[in-house]
């Protein structure tokens, strides 16, 4: 029961109970796909599995009360206090309510983290809620700067979040953000 990675890990608890584990997959059957509405997903593993997202790769097809239904006799997910029983259940809710590019999305992020060192995740969960912190307009604004750097090579990020017009027009505290997501290659989420 890998559902837990629903949402960004800053937004998750630490302590709660140790997701089972399971044996490695061979590679053929750990890449699932999906196609919803015409967009289709396929997941591309970095490294041996378990991965965060499995149980939401292996149940996402169906419909989302049979989601809820196998979660509700997941044997990991019912040893699991009440209260954190709500919060995974409302994630998959949510999760469910998103269109299919933003849960492949979800899912490819949760990728990408399992793979950063404990440092980089820290730094990606402080990231993460620097960025949430902002007001909307500057999420906005930081989003679409963000967009614009990342496929940048580092010499000329570096240029231009250090030129008059990123100067003007960002904070330092944007322009350090900016620059911390861009270095861990992490996207803002809304």
């Known amino acids: 029961m890998l559902i837990a990675g629903i949402v960004p890990a800053s937004a998750q608890h630490r302590g709660s109970a140790p997701m089972p584990q399971r044996a490695p997959r061979p590679a053929t059957q750990q890449?699932?796909?999906?196609?919803?509405?015409?967009?289709?997903?396929?997941f591309h593993p970095k490294g041996p599995g378990p991965h965060r997202g499995d149980w939401l790769r292996k149940y996402m097809t169906l419909p989302p009360q049979?989601?809820?239904?196998?979660?509700?006799?997941?044997?990991?997910?019912?040893?699991?206090?009440?209260?954190?029983?709500?919060?995974?259940m409302q994630r998959l809710r949510t999760f469910n309510s998103q269109p299919p590019q933003k849960k492949a999305q979800i899912l490819d992020?949760?990728?990408?983290?399992?793979?950063?060192t404990p440092q980089q995740q820290q730094t990606a969960r402080n990231l993460f809620g620097q960025y949430h912190n902002l007001p909307e307009d500057q999420r906005t604004k930081v989003s679409q700067a963000y967009r614009r750097l990342r496929g940048m090579p580092p010499s000329a990020?570096?240029?231009l979040l250090n030129s008059d017009e990123f100067r003007n027009n960002f904070s330092p505290e944007q322009r350090d953000l900016l620059r911390?997501?861009?270095?861990?290659?992490?996207n803002p989420s809304r």
């Open 31 to 42: 890449q699932n796909s999906f196609n919803q509405g015409g967009q289709g997903y396929s």
């Open 66 to 88: 049979q989601q809820e239904h196998q979660l509700q006799n997941d044997p990991a997910f019912r040893s699991l206090p009440s209260q954190r029983q709500n919060q995974l």
């Open 109 to 116: 992020r949760m990728e990408t983290f399992e793979h950063m």
């Open 157 to 159: 990020r570096n240029e």
């Open 180 to 186: 911390g997501m861009t270095d861990l290659n992490v």
